[in-house]
């Protein structure tokens, strides 16, 4: 029995050493920067440099009595049109968290106050977080060499350690 779990912990530390799998930790967008969720700013240059991923925030802070921030479709989106929204994430406080937790784009605007039509609307593609890039090697000789290390050395080890426990 001992020896099965030995082997299970064997290949499952092999594995974790030869591929370490980390993504990108997620972000929270202040939109508009300093500027904020009000009219006359240009939503879609703010985007257009940034990479919105799964599970990332988007943070709207804005005069409560007059904005608010809800999400609809695209035609309603281009046409300023805030009546039947698919998401209303005004909370009241004027500072409001939209969790970006689907794939998929989103398109939000301000309903009230006339926000919309003064510029206070932003789409966002949201999308898997890529994969952390792995550090460069040294030299080419480390990258041929880590296959091997990084698969046998826990693997050695860990037989090492079934055959001193097989001793008792």
């Known amino acids: 029995m001992a020896r099965i779990a030995l082997m299970a912990a064997a290949v499952v530390l092999a594995f974790l050493t030869v591929a370490p799998v980390m993504e990108v930790a997620a972000k929270k967008w202040t939109v508009g920067d300093?500027?904020?969720?009000?009219?006359?700013?240009?939503?879609?240059?703010w985007a257009q440099?940034?990479?919105?991923?799964?599970?990332?925030?988007l943070y709207f802070v804005y005069e409560r009595n007059?904005?608010?921030?809800?999400?609809?479709?695209?035609?309603?989106?281009?046409?300023?049109?805030?009546?039947?929204?698919?998401?209303?994430?005004?909370?009241?406080?004027?500072?409001?968290?939209?969790?970006?937790?689907?794939?998929?784009?989103?398109?939000?605007?301000?309903?009230?106050?006339?926000?919309?039509?003064g510029g206070m609307k932003l789409s966002v593609l949201v999308e898997k977080a890529p994969l952390a890039p792995a550090e460069a090697p040294a030299n080419n000789s480390a990258t041929r060499a880590f296959p091997v290390?990084?698969?046998?050395?826990?693997?050695?080890?860990?037989?090492?350690?079934?055959t001193i426990l097989n001793f008792f």
């Open 49 to 57: 440099d940034k990479h919105f991923y799964l599970d990332d925030w």
């Open 149 to 162: 290390y990084g698969f046998f050395i826990p693997v050695a080890v860990l037989a090492a350690i079934g």
């Open 34 to 45: 300093n500027k904020f969720w009000n009219p006359n700013v240009n939503y879609t240059i």
């Open 66 to 117: 007059q904005y608010n921030v809800i999400e609809v479709n695209e035609t309603n989106y281009v046409s300023c049109n805030a009546e039947n929204p698919i998401a209303n994430w005004s909370r009241g406080a004027g500072r409001d968290l939209v969790h970006l937790n689907v794939t998929k784009r989103y398109y939000l605007i301000s309903g009230s106050g006339g926000g919309c039509f």
